[in-house]
C-alpha cells in the first residue's frame, strides 16, 4: 500500500513562491512516474508537471518557466517548486504517483492561494 501527503499550501501575494512537497510512505521507487495536479473551483484537475523514475519531465504549458518539479529518492518525496506565482494558478494541487502495474494514488490535497 502506498500513500501520498502533500504539504506547503497555502496563501501567497502574485509573484511570490511557494514549495510543496509530496512524502511517499513505502519505498518511491515502487512508483514509475509522479505528478503534481491541480483543480480549480468549478474546472477540471489538469497536469502541472510530472517526472519518472528517469528523470523524464513534463511541464503544463501555462508553469513552463515558473514551476520546477524533482524528486529525491532517498528522502521518498517529490517537490514541486512554484515562482512568479499568479492569481490563476489558486487551486487545490495533489500529487499523484502511478505504479509500473498502472496503479495509482492520490493525496488527500493541499490548496494554493495566490492573492493580494
Known amino acids: 500500500q502506498v500513500q501520498l501527503v502533500e504539504s506547503g499550501g497555502g496563501l501567497v501575494e502574485p509573484g511570490g513562491s511557494l514549495r510543496l512537497s509530496c512524502v511517499v510512505s513505502?519505498?518511491?521507487?515502487?512508483?514509475?512516474?509522479m505528478g503534481w495536479y491541480r483543480q480549480a473551483p468549478g474546472k477540471e484537475r489538469e497536469l502541472v508537471a510530472s517526472?519518472?523514475?528517469?528523470?523524464?519531465?513534463r511541464y503544463a504549458d501555462s508553469v513552463k518557466g515558473r514551476f520546477t518539479i524533482s524528486r529525491d529518492n532517498a528522502k521518498n518525496t517529490v517537490y514541486l517548486q512554484m515562482k512568479s506565482l499568479k492569481p490563476e494558478d489558486t487551486a487545490v494541487y495533489y500529487c499523484?504517483?502511478?505504479?509500473?502495474?498502472?496503479?495509482?494514488?492520490w493525496g488527500q490535497g493541499t490548496q494554493v492561494t495566490v492573492s493580494s
Open positions: 499523484n504517483g502511478v505504479m509500473d502495474n498502472g496503479r495509482f494514488y
Open positions: 513505502g519505498s518511491i521507487f515502487s512508483i514509475n512516474t
Open positions: 517526472i519518472t523514475r528517469g528523470n523524464n519531465i
